[in-house]
């Protein structure tokens, strides 16, 4: 029965926090709601049994703890409060417990990836709301303690509440920038996973990826579907027995999760079909080749590369330079690729993939990558990467 629970809460818990937040118009409230009727299961699911709709059935009971609430808050003179209170006092059919829970995550999710929060606020709100993670977990997974966690939601709220943050999908021209803010949001709660094998937060973005594009499918949206899946299909072969990063270029493509790479690219060329490329299509793409070449010397390099010009006349930026480079000295080209890098150097001084990288084209290039090395060591948090880059740096000039 508690394995029933958590799979009902894991599955449901978005949709039914979401439909709450639309009708109270209060973060807190729902939470708390969710969490009594949660502990309301607990306490009757084990007799009458796991029920039917269990979505359903939660939703039904938060909505009835949220009006005790309200109620003993003696919050009831207020306007919207008691429209609310009108409608959950009513009288509800018997089978309230079974009917269709009303869909309001994709104005959830717009809502939490408000510009007027900050990209930390949108990623904490993200997680906790639409995925339903607990703020400890999130504070661990992004390596912040708990109390600064809870505080960022805290903030997060009250400016929703106080700034008048409309609970509402945007329409016309707003909808592409509020569209790329939501799926960076997404797309930075997959790497913080990837990065630092927490598979729990790339699983977590893989779904609120689909959730969304199931919700408004758009080709971007399916873009960065397919981006995050090619990613997690390469994920068995990234690791060896010592939990030692391994490189594409080394690794057992036979481990490759073929099946998702067939499933990705299906989604990927539907998207492109649309003829409406944009920064995460390309990325998509790029990936595809990688996951498409038996070999690392059968890379379509000189294709890979002008896919990288096409992203970067697209969404310009020192990191796409700095992939660019990297292509194009694979391309065939390193000291071209070197000069490239040199000139990245001041706004990528800090950034960790910028020295293994020009630490392994000097390496590359019969030149001096001792220092290189010892610089991308210094900037990498995560065991793995640090001995992999230690084991590249015995192995150079």
């Given amino acids: 029965m508690q394995a029933a629970l958590a799979q009902a809460y894991r599955a449901e818990s978005g949709r039914v926090l979401a439909a709450l937040i639309a009708q109270f118009r209060d973060f807190d409230l729902a939470e708390e709601a969710l969490q009594d009727a949660v502990i309301e299961a607990a306490r009757t699911w084990p007799e009458a049994g796991t029920p039917a709709n269990a979505g359903a059935w939660l939703l039904a009971v938060a909505r009835r703890r949220a009006l005790d609430r309200l109620r ?113 949001v997404i797309y930075l709660i997959f790497n913080a996973g990837y990065a630092p094998r927490n598979p729990a937060l790339s699983t977590e973005a893989l779904r609120l990826c689909a959730v969304l594009h199931h919700l408004q499918p758009l080709p971007e949206t399916a873009g960065l579907w397919a981006l995050m899946e090619l990613h997690m299909a390469r994920d068995p072969a990234r690791l060896d027995a010592s939990n030692t990063l391994i490189s594409l270029k080394d690794q057992d493509r036979t481990l490759w999760d073929r099946h998702a790479i067939a499933r990705a690219k299906t989604r990927l060329l539907h998207a492109l079909a649309q003829s409406r490329p944009g920064p995460y299509q390309i990325q998509a793409a790029i990936s595809a080749l990688h996951c498409e070449a038996e070999s690392w010397a059968a890379t379509d390099w000189p294709q890979i590369l002008a896919l990288y010009d096409a992203l970067y006349a697209s969404a310009p930026s020192p990191v796409v330079a700095l992939n660019r480079a990297v292509a194009k000295a694979h391309a065939g080209a390193p000291e071209a690729a070197l000069k490239a890098l040199k000139a990245l150097e001041p706004e990528l001084t800090g950034y960790q993939p910028f020295h293994a990288a020009k630490a392994e084209l000097l390496a590359r290039c019969g030149l001096p990558a001792q220092a290189e090395y010892a610089r991308a060591i210094s900037l990498t948090t995560t065991p793995e990467e640090q001995a992999f880059l230690r084991q590249k740096q015995q192995n150079s000039p």
Avoid: W
């Fill in 72 to 184: 003993k808050a003696a919050r009831a003179k207020d306007e919207a409060v008691q429209q609310n209170l009108a409608l959950l006092a009513g009288e509800r059919p018997d089978d309230e417990a079974a009917a269709d829970i009303p869909d309001e995550r994709l104005r959830l999710i717009f809502t939490c990836c408000h510009p007027a929060l900050s990209q930390e606020a949108q990623v904490a709100l993200t997680l906790r709301t639409l995925c339903g993670l607990p703020a400890r977990e999130i504070a661990r997974a992004f390596l912040v303690p708990h109390a600064t966690m809870n505080q960022r939601l805290t903030r997060a709220k009250a400016k929703i509440r106080h700034a008048g943050i409309p609970y509402k999908v945007p329409e016309g021209p707003d909808i592409p920038a509020r569209l790329n803010a939501v799926l960076s």
